[in-house]
């Protein structure tokens, strides 16, 4: 398995975020992760990419007990999360923010046209066309977004966390994201894709886990599900 989740918790104070949920998802997979407002998605995926720590339970990752205390540690076990409070660096270019962090790692210090080299290598692999030499700060989210994504995959990221990605994006950057998804997953990438629309996790994803209140609920194929069944374990009720 590429990523277990092991009887995990979490509480921040009197809420209970997280209640024993367990699941695995195997390499190349793109698993949706539904469930309605306070279910607990954004919990678990920032618990997965260490920027939350969990009270009790495990993460494993390719079969190894993993225990995360910041996202630097998560990208060195080839962790990435693509959130909503984007954690890029405006002032910088977006060449210079995908690449950074790579010259300490490759231990040579990468000039100006290597940068560029590497920058268009990667922007071809996920199918986004950026321009190198924009302030990142000027962009649109949505460019934002995709300048955070070519930073995991520059890191080789094996395992991405997308919380929410296309919240602030237009159907057609929506699409864009959606594609480029399923490239990076077609690598060999595990994605874990949080979501509140249904349509889209049902076009994306291999497989949907629903959470409820804390608690994992099910887990579905996309292909044997609908809007209709997941709302009905999203909510507990028949519709
Ligand atoms: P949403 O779609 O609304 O983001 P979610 O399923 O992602 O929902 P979480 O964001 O994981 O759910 O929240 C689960 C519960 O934990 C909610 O009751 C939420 O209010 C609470 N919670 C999340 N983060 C914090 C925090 N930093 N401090 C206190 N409570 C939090």
Do not use: W
């Not at 793109?30 to 990419?49: D, F, H, Q, V, Y």
């Not at 919240?167 to 979501?195: H, K, Y």
């Amino acid at each position: 398995m590429a990523l277990t989740v092991n009887e995990v918790e979490k509480r921040y104070g009197a809420i209970h975020a997280l209640k024993g949920v367990s699941l695995t998802v195997e390499p190349g997979e793109i698993r949706g992760l539904c469930g309605e407002n306070g279910a607990g998605k954004s919990t678990l995926g920032k618990i997965i990419a260490g920027v939350v720590a969990p009270d009790a339970g495990e993460i494993m990752v390719d079969g190894k007990p993993i225990r995360l205390r910041s996202t630097a540690e998560a990208l060195a076990h080839g962790i990435s999360i693509v959130a909503q409070e984007l954690a890029v660096v405006p002032y910088l270019t977006v060449a210079e923010n995908v690449m950074l962090g790579q010259e300490p790692r490759r231990g040579i210090a990468v000039n100006r046209k290597q940068l560029r080299k590497r920058f268009l290598e990667l922007s071809e692999q996920v199918g986004f066309s950026l321009d190198p030499n924009a302030r990142l700060g000027a962009l649109r989210k949505s460019e934002q977004q995709k300048a955070e994504i070519l930073r995991a995959v520059a890191r080789d990221a094996r395992l991405i966390v997308m919380d929410e990605p296309t919240a602030a994006l237009s159907s057609d950057e929506a699409r864009q994201l959606v594609a480029a998804t399923r490239r990076l997953a077609a690598e060999g990438r595990t994605i874990v894709f949080v979501s509140h629309h249904l349509d889209e996790v049902l076009a994306v994803c291999d497989n949907i886990t629903v959470l409820r209140d804390g608690r994992y609920v099910r887990t579905g194929s996309a292909g044997n599900e609908t809007p209709d069944s997941l709302v009905t374990s999203m909510t507990g009720q028949s519709l």
